[in-house]
């Protein structure tokens, strides 16, 4: 069960990425290279 609520969490965020316009530096670098700014753009 835990590993399904993990997998809706990371769509989740994957979809919020997008729409604020970061997906694409997230798909090459992965998470560890989002800035506080931008994640802050997500909530």
Known sequence: MARRGKLASERLKMEAAE?????????????????????GLMV
């Open 19 to 39: 729409e604020v316009g970061f997906a694409d530096k997230v798909r090459e670098s992965g998470w560890d290279n989002v800035t506080t700014k931008e994640i």
